[in-house]
RNA sequence: GCCGCGUUGGUCAAUCGGUUAAGACGCCUCCCUUUCACGGAGGAAUGAGGGGUUCGAUUCCCCUACGCGGUACCA
């Protein structure tokens, strides 16, 4: 019986949650689903110096929105606590291992002050080796207990000099493990430095840390960025030494996801100047004040960005493009993550988006509508505090239930929102109408906006239909005030029909006449049907609308 | 510099020695729609370069080039 599966994302909090840290994360959670394991969220917050307020619960809340909640974390603490490492530290939990290191032979103590280090690195610099290590061969130059006299590193240690200890890395090895999206990797341990492990403050490094709490949490599988790589080797010497390279986990090192111009990974930078997000949620910099935008924010579907990110990297070999989360749990497989980074596309990004607005009930997402409505100072549903729809959808049970719509699985019983007030029945039928041309949830407003608020009639632009107005078409709308006021029932079909009649009737093309009666009830040319939007408009503001704008058709 | 990892259309990518080298996004054309979308039908566009191995390489090996990552008492 093997090892109950363990994987843990492991963000130290120091800002906005990348997309990359996203999708990380998003494939621990799909591979621990699978395996009916868990998934851990541990904050790596020992350098003290980067800790920003607010980081850590942000985080917590992309993940909540992302429905990638873990099983244990700082704020659902499982039996292997505390999951701060800076409380993981203060119960000395890591000074012991350190020890345990320098007692074996596999560690020393150093006691060049960062002032050495760096005189050190400009002393050796050279054209060829623009960046010496401290590495077997350095570390005879420097001031630690593998150079200098027993005598005199009690006397260091015994008067408190600040001192770090590192590892001692052997020259004239290989060392190799198997990853399990790259396969075989080797470094010579000749090119390998002696990392720090543990800091002057008594915090440990991330390597250090990384491998204590991997253990001590009984990590089975380390998914990280591929930008992980090249310190493996220190990770796998230090499982060797501590707990044997048996136990270690599993490891994945992840492509990166590459900015959409020239090269590099994807920086917040490049989403400033491109004008797409980066982070999952707004990130406000407590320190500067200054906001970032997220996808959430943008109008992003937490299934869609999801989706997107699933897809960045990955996919199971169809063609197959739309993935509900609890598909992804079912088919995602390690073996089919690409190996090379993938610049990032925003239009593509967009695409998924879309998808996933006309796939799903409006229903699930008209929440947030509203509030896109609302940020921009209209109001749909007025009074009303809290949507009688609110559904938290939960993307692995809620969403499963939609899943077939989009995904094409076997039918089971779809999400069926039930209307509270007419009201927001109406409010649905509007989102129902324009979600075919919504790439973003934001994009409602501008689709939908003229359902609300009536176009003024002096701003609207008439130029497409006034060289061509005449008394004929004015006639035309003056009897179709008359009729519609008579109209008994007031549905689409019904309007559509009528209208015909009455273009017929004077003999004019009904073509001649719908972009006129487009522009009073939109106030431009884009939206639904214009029979579907009177429909919804009701008599009484159709009317209106019709009015309006023929007065002034009219001078 | 050194170490590591990569490299199929503009982008995401399939192919696990033999294909006319899929599909998607975007772009272009046409149809549908007397709006804008959706939808439908087409189109342009790809194996970095050089050596091998093989009857046969996009696929396996080597070299080169290029890109990225790392080279901190940051993660």
């Known amino acids: 019986m093997s090892k109950k599966v363990r994987l843990r994302f492991a963000p130290s909090p120091t800002g906005g949650l990348h997309l990359g840290g996203v999708r990380t994360v998003l494939y621990n959670y799909l591979f621990a689903r699978q395996h009916k394991g868990d998934f851990i969220l541990r904050i790596e917050d020992t350098d003290q110096s980067r800790y920003v307020p607010g980081a850590e619960q942000y985080i917590l809340d992309c993940l909540a929105w992302c429905g990638l909640?873990?099983?244990?974390?700082?704020?659902?603490p499982g039996p292997h606590g505390p999951y701060r490492q800076s409380e993981r530290k203060a119960q000395g939990i890591?000074?012991?291992y350190a020890a345990r290191l320098v007692q074996e032979g596999h560690a020393y103590y150093a006691f060049d002050t960062p002032g050495e280090l760096e005189e050190m690195r400009t002393h050796y610099k050279t054209p060829e080796n623009p960046s010496p290590q401290y590495n077997h061969v350095l570390r005879t130059k420097m001031k630690n207990s593998l150079s200098l006299p027993a005598a005199?590193?009690?006397q260091l240690l015994d008067a408190g000099t600040p001192h770090v200890i590192r590892i001692k890395v052997m020259p004239g090895e290989d060392i190799h493990f198997t990853d399990l999206i790259r396969g075989e990797v080797h470094f010579a341990t000749d090119g390998v430095d002696d990392k720090v492990l543990l800091k002057a403050d008594g915090m440990p490094t991330y390597h250090l840390a990384v491998v204590v709490d991997d253990h001590l949490m009984e990590i089975t599988h380390a998914f990280?960025?591929?930008?992980?790589?090249p310190s493996a080797p220190v990770h796998i010497l230090l499982w060797r030494h501590l707990f044997g390279e048996d136990k270690m986990p599993r490891w994945a090192h992840l492509p990166l996801i590459l900015k959409p111009d020239g090269n590099g990974k994807l920086s917040k930078r490049d989403g400033d100047r491109l004008g797409f997000p980066v982070f999952a949620m707004n990130w406000t910099d407590p320190a500067t004040g200054e906001t970032t935008k997220g996808f959430r924010e943008m109008g992003f579907l937490p299934e869609a960005f999801?989706?997107?990110l699933a897809m960045l990297g990955w996919n199971d070999g169809t063609g197959k493009e739309l993935f509900a989360l609890q598909d992804l749990i079912e088919k995602f497989t390690l073996d089919r993550v690409h190996k090379g980074g993938a610049k990032f596309d925003f239009e593509k990004a967009k695409w998924f988006n879309h998808e996933w607005i006309r796939q799903l009930p409006v229903g699930a997402y008209q929440d947030q509508v509203l509030a896109h409505f609302r940020a921009a100072g209209i109001d749909p549903l007025p009074g009303q505090q809290t949507p009688g729809l609110a559904t938290?959808?939960?993307?692995?049970s809620g969403l499963s239930e939609i899943a077939p719509a989009i995904t094409g699985a076997a039918a089971v019983p779809a999400f069926d929102p039930i209307p509270v007030t007419p009201e927001e029945e109406k409010f649905q039928k509007i989102l129902e109408l324009v979600k075919d041309r919504c790439h973003l949830l934001s994009e409602f407003v501008q689709q939908a906006s003229f359902f609300f608020k009536a176009p003024d009639p002096a701003v609207i632009d008439l130029s497409p239909v006034r060289p061509k107005w005449n008394e004929a078409k004015q006639q035309f709308f003056v009897e179709l005030i008359r009729q519609l006021q008579l109209m008994k029932t007031w549905e689409a079909a019904v309007l559509e029909k009528e209208f015909k009649e009455m273009a017929a009737a004077a003999s004019i093309k009904p073509g001649d006449l719908l972009l006129p009666l487009r522009l009073m009830l939109v106030g431009g040319k884009f939206g639904p049907g214009v029979f579907d939007i009177a429909a919804l408009?009701?008599?009484?503001?159709t009317i209106r609308r019709i009015k309006g704008v023929l007065t002034l058709l009219q001078s």
Request: hydrophobic share 35%.
């Open 69 to 76: 909640e873990p099983d244990e974390s700082p704020f659902h």
């Open 94 to 96: 890591y000074a012991q």
């Open 152 to 154: 005199e590193v009690q």
């Open 224 to 229: 990280r960025g591929e930008e992980w790589l």
């Open 306 to 308: 999801l989706n997107m």
């Open 392 to 396: 938290a959808l939960d993307p692995v």
């Open 537 to 541: 408009l009701g008599p009484e503001e």
